[in-house]
């Protein structure tokens, strides 16, 4: 999807596809639930949803800010190159590729959770560091759960086409104030660094502490619907040193 260049158009865009990251998240916390239902299933209808997707917002969040924080920064410099064609795409193809990986996490520990009753923490590199037969396993894994490789597939897919990018030309020349061009992306850049770090941190108050995994607990009836709250990215990078 294209919208015309303007002063705000890449600040725009921006907006729009985490947006789109959003509803990514939100489909694949979808699946995880339909793929695990048997063993989340149990005092589901108790839960807060309120609650719940409290929690799920917060986490989502957190993730999708440090995941796409080049991507952000990128968009929103305060410096006119940004509005060239190969600069564009180039920051288009670092969203989706970053975004495919996080799709494919959550997808994948949708399977995993069956071993493991919980979100997948970095941990998970080092215990099979010593397995031989691992190639074997994702095999046999991959050809039974093909389904969420089409499902994968689908949402790159349907990211690639809804990715929202600035079209036109918007050169120093024709802008009739360079002075208002460079305020805005100032100010927009400026008001990123703040709502991101307080999003990545989980809260704005000095009381707030970065969340944490554990943090997940307090929207939840089981620890092990924490992992429905969760998203796998959050939970990879949050316990890597």
């Not at 969040?61 to 990128?74: D, E, H, K, Q």
């Not at 590729?97 to 970095?122: E, H, K, M």
């Not at 597939?153 to 600035?166: E, G, H, N």
């Amino acid at each position: 999807m294209k919208i015309k260049k303007t002063y705000i158009s890449s600040p725009l865009a921006l907006i729009c596809n985490i947006a789109l990251a959003y509803l990514m998240y939100g489909l694949c916390r979808v699946i995880y639930l339909a793929e695990n239902w048997s063993a989340l299933s149990e005092g589901f209808d108790t839960l807060s949803f309120p609650e719940a997707l409290k929690g799920c917002w917060m986490f989502d969040t957190s993730a999708i800010l440090y995941t796409n924080a080049l991507y952000a920064v990128l968009m929103l410099l305060p410096l006119h190159l940004k509005e060239r064609e190969w600069w564009q795409q180039t920051t288009k193809w670092i969203f989706i590729l970053v975004n495919t990986l996080s799709i494919i996490a959550n997808l994948a520990d949708a399977v995993y959770f069956q071993y493991s009753g919980r979100r997948t923490t970095a941990s998970v590199f080092e215990q099979f560091s010593h397995e031989n037969n691992i190639g074997d396993v994702l095999q046999v894994e991959l050809l039974s759960h093909w389904y969420l490789i089409l499902a994968a597939v689908l949402m790159t897919a349907a990211m690639i086409f809804l990715y929202v990018k600035p079209h036109g030309t918007l050169n120093l020349k024709m802008l009739k104030s360079r002075l208002l061009y460079y305020t805005i992306q100032v100010l927009c850049f400026g008001l990123y660094i703040p709502l991101t770090i307080c999003g990545m941190r989980g809260g704005a108050t000095t009381a707030v502490r970065p969340i944490t995994i554990s943090n997940a607990n307090q929207y939840v009836n089981r620890p092990a619907e924490a992992a429905l709250v969760l998203n796998t990215p959050f939970s990879l990078l949050r316990t890597t040193n």
